[in-house]
């Protein structure tokens, strides 16, 4: 050990003195309970006894069950005020609440009906990184003004209702429904349309499709994201071309940096990143969850056998 563990070690000792100094110590309530699986061990013996040569006893066949631990997946839950721990094959957490675990019953009652996302803020697990969700988002983000308007938005219109103006809510087409509302006004058999159109003009008034028009508004994030891995903007206009430009981005969103050093060169300035708890903690919390049901179910018998 070199000399500067020792002066850590000197110096961790004198701060715990220091703060703890005037401490006392007080005993405080405990209960801890253990988890864990079992199966049933069956034996039949048979009832033949042979004595000797020519001598045999017949019995009852006998039959027994024992019931035999297995420590697959155990787990302990351990109370004291304010806090709620699992040690076992399921890792170890900690659950803290003072106010809403002074007692066993609160603790369990409290635990059994939080979510798990505000269960896990009250441990010292933190978020991590969900690349899967990133990019996700990342692709939400590139969809969103194209789906808009390929089938419409909600938006409203202004009335007059007793001599004021008044916004009402209304879906705003989009292309599909705008060119299903003009395929219905085609001019037939030589007469003109609702709108006093002959067919040369209902045709020429077609609607635009998003798909055709690369300079739609809704294709500008599609196209940062095209130049950002170099390919042309107008690949972003079909299926294959999407496809491809997204099968080259995917991989940049498995690590956090890539994914931002990503978006921002792509242009966007504001990256959507999501960071969820750990799987293992969200088993953790439902292993809580599972013991302290099982808790209560033994309170409840205590308190009928007290009675």
């Excluded at 019995?59 to 076992?88: D, N, Q, R």
């Excluded at 003009?182 to 349309?193: F, H, Y």
């Excluded at 071309?241 to 792509?266: D, H, N, V």
């Amino acid at each position: 050990m070199g000399r500067q563990y020792k002066e850590r070690r000197e110096d961790a000792m004198e701060s715990v003195a220091k703060w703890c100094d005037k401490h006392v110590l007080v005993e405080e309530p405990v209960r801890s309970f253990r988890f864990h699986s079992h199966y049933v061990e069956k034996k039949v013996e048979k009832g033949r006894v042979e004595h000797r040569p020519g001598f045999v006893t017949f019995l009852p066949t006998a039959e027994s069950a024992k019931f035999k631990y297995t420590s697959t997946y155990c787990f302990t839950l351990t109370w004291t005020p304010g806090h709620m721990t699992i040690v076992g094959d399921l890792g170890e957490l900690t659950v803290v609440h003072y106010h809403a675990m002074p007692t066993l019953e609160a603790a369990c009652n409290w635990l059994q009906s939080s979510d798990y996302d505000y269960l896990l803020s009250k441990t010292g697990v933190q978020r991590q990184y969900d690349g899967a969700q990133t990019y996700d988002g990342f692709k939400r983000l590139l969809n969103d003004e194209v789906i808009e308007h390929a089938i419409g938005r909600p938006g409203h219109r202004w009335i007059i209702v007793d001599g004021e103006r008044k916004a009402v809510d209304r879906w705003q087409w989009g292309d599909i429904e705008e060119k299903r509302a003009w395929r219905k006004q085609q001019p037939r058999g030589g007469q003109l349309n609702e709108e006093d159109e002959n067919l040369f003009e209902w045709f020429d008034a077609k609607p635009s499709d998003p798909f055709s028009d690369i300079d739609r508004y809704c294709w500008d994030r599609w196209k940062q994201a095209a130049k950002a891995v170099g390919f042309p903007e107008d690949s972003v206009l079909t299926a294959r071309g999407r496809r491809a430009i997204l099968s080259w981005i995917k991989g940049k969103f498995e690590q956090e940096q890539l994914a931002a050093e990503f978006m921002w060169s792509a242009g966007f300035e504001d990256p959507y990143m999501a960071y969820e708890y750990p799987h293992q903690a969200f088993v953790q919390i439902a292993a809580i969850q599972f013991g302290v049901k099982m808790i209560m179910q033994q309170l409840e018998k205590e308190r009928k056998q007290a009675a």
